[in-house]
């Protein structure tokens, strides 16, 4: 291998001598120096160019160093470069004004976060709030942000360690190919993931649940498409039994699905809505909560008691609104729905029919999973050693895959290009034959 580069040897010492890293066992990491990038590609300081199909946390979904966002960025930090969140700011209105326009009508505010999990926190907060009921009812499969409740409300493994909120129930969603209720099709498994959710209701006290919170489609526990009558199935439950629907999407709003909300693909409305990363593709730290007018209302002469020092930070917002106006100027969300149906969809399923190992491909627009199998039948997921493999495959051939349990999600950029998903379907490819033939 060529020596490595000064800067990116001090990269990296400095990393493994002084940060601490997240979800990690720190003494086990081997972390991968990225200097910079643009578009959908990432480049180390040693002249390795990555397409990033990771789009970093599933958040740059206008790619890296999209410069109408930067130039928003520093135009706003040459007017204003931070403001106390009470104050009326051009940029922040400016921004929420974008937001509501892109969500159905019956939304009107948004209250700006640093970020994912603190916009869930808030949502429930104003959820508990208004119904002035306690539990929230979220699935298993699930992953909403690493602080109090949001945490606690997490299906995944990261919950059990940091289980000190209270109030938080959970529940099987709908999930066809490893499905919790025996069923053998999609219709099937929507009817009785919605009969399991009305028995929890009821047997957790439906009148104790101020909301179910769910990712419109669950982000990193693999990409599970609801079936097209689940979410209004839930809907029409919450609205029987007097309960918010909190929808989750941090990951899959902002064009990931090819929609600008995620919900609008599934025949629902919410009534709260948490968003981060795609609202900006992350260039500055930003999250926050779409509130429907009539629970923006209950808090026209109560008190809403929350409160954050960066809420609507004007680098943020006015990253925001160059995000916007450029997926708005430049197709970005019709992009990425054509690149599902027309590219990621087809190749990818043409991949599964090459590689054994592929059990089921699924997802939408740029949010696709590749569940991985020992073998077919039994649908036994793969170990953790060949992931491994696989990232490594992928990497020494010029792509930078995002993995989690036994699987790898591909999820470009919005603005991924059809050649460049040509390329990385060559790569997916090939990578697959190197460790299946390593088996
Ligand atoms: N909700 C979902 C669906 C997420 O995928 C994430 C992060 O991955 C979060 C919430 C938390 O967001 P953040 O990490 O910005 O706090």
């Known amino acids: 291998a060529p020596t490595p580069s000064p800067e990116g040897t001090r990269a990296y010492d400095l990393d493994r001598a002084h940060v601490f890293h997240s979800w990690s066992a720190q003494g086990a990491l081997n972390p991968m120096v990225i200097a910079g990038g643009r578009g959908s590609e990432v480049w180390d300081f040693d002249g390795n160019t990555y397409l990033d199909f990771s789009s970093q946390l599933v958040n740059t979904n206008m790619g890296h160093q999209h410069p109408a966002i930067i130039d928003a960025i520093k135009a706003q930090a040459d007017i204003l470069a931070t403001v106390a969140p009470a104050a009326a700011n051009l940029a922040r209105g400016e921004a929420a004004q974008r937001i509501v326009a892109k969500a159905d009508a019956h939304f009107g505010k948004v209250f700006f976060t640093n970020g994912g999990a603190d916009a869930i926190e808030n949502a429930i907060r104003m959820a508990r709030i208004t119904t002035g009921r306690d539990k929230i009812l979220s699935t298993y499969r699930s992953y909403h942000g690493n602080?109090?409740?949001?945490?606690?409300?997490?299906?995944?493994?990261?919950?059990?360690?940091?289980?000190?909120?209270?109030?938080?129930?959970?529940?099987?969603?709908?999930?066809?190919?490893?499905?919790?209720?025996?069923?053998?099709?999609?219709?099937?498994?929507?009817?009785?993931?919605?009969?399991?959710?009305?028995?929890?209701?009821?047997?957790?006290?439906?009148?104790?649940?101020?909301?179910?919170?769910?990712?419109?489609?669950?982000?990193?526990?693999?990409?599970?498409?609801?079936?097209?009558?689940?979410?209004?199935?839930?809907?029409?439950?919450?609205?029987?039994?007097?309960?918010?629907?909190?929808?989750?999407?941090?990951?899959?709003?902002?064009?990931?699905?090819?929609?600008?909300?995620?919900?609008?693909?599934?025949?629902?409305?919410?009534?709260?809505?948490?968003?981060?990363?795609?609202?900006?593709?992350?260039?500055?730290?930003?999250?926050?909560?779409?509130?429907?007018?009539?629970?923006?209302?209950?808090?026209?002469?109560?008190?809403?008691?929350?409160?954050?020092?960066?809420?609507?930070?004007?680098?943020?917002?006015?990253?925001?609104?160059?995000?916007?106006d450029a997926m708005d100027a430049e197709g970005v969300v019709e992009n990425a729905r054509t690149i599902g149906t027309d590219h990621l969809g087809p190749g990818l399923a043409e991949l599964a029919e090459k590689h054994e190992m592929i059990g089921n491909v699924r997802g939408l627009g740029v949010f696709w999973a590749l569940d991985l199998v020992d073998d077919r039948e039994s649908r036994q997921a793969v170990s953790g050693g060949v992931i491994l493999q696989l990232k490594k495959a992928m990497l020494a051939r010029g792509l930078l895959p995002f993995s989690a349990d036994n699987r790898i999600h591909v999820v470009p950029p919005c603005i991924v290009t059809p050649d460049q998903v040509a390329q990385a379907l060559s790569i997916y490819d090939e990578a697959f034959t190197e460790v299946e033939a390593n088996l």
């Open 147 to 324: 602080t109090g409740a949001a945490i606690v409300a997490t299906g995944d493994w990261r919950r059990m360690p940091n289980e000190f909120a209270r109030g938080h129930a959970h529940f099987f969603g709908p999930f066809e190919y490893r499905s919790e209720f025996w069923s053998t099709s999609q219709e099937q498994e929507c009817e009785r993931a919605l009969q399991h959710l009305e028995r929890v209701i009821v047997s957790e006290g439906a009148s104790t649940i101020a909301a179910i919170l769910l990712e419109t489609v669950p982000g990193t526990a693999g990409v599970l498409v609801p079936p097209p009558g689940y979410l209004p199935g839930v809907r029409a439950l919450c609205d029987r039994y007097g309960i918010l629907l909190i929808l989750d999407e941090v990951m899959c709003g902002f064009g990931r699905t090819g929609q600008w909300f995620a919900w609008q693909g599934f025949d629902v409305v919410p009534d709260l809505v948490a968003f981060a990363k795609g609202v900006n593709s992350g260039y500055v730290p930003a999250g926050g909560v779409l509130i429907s007018e009539s629970i923006a209302n209950e808090f026209e002469t109560q008190v809403f008691p929350g409160g954050l020092t960066y809420s609507g930070h004007p680098l943020a917002m006015a990253s925001i609104v160059g995000s916007i």
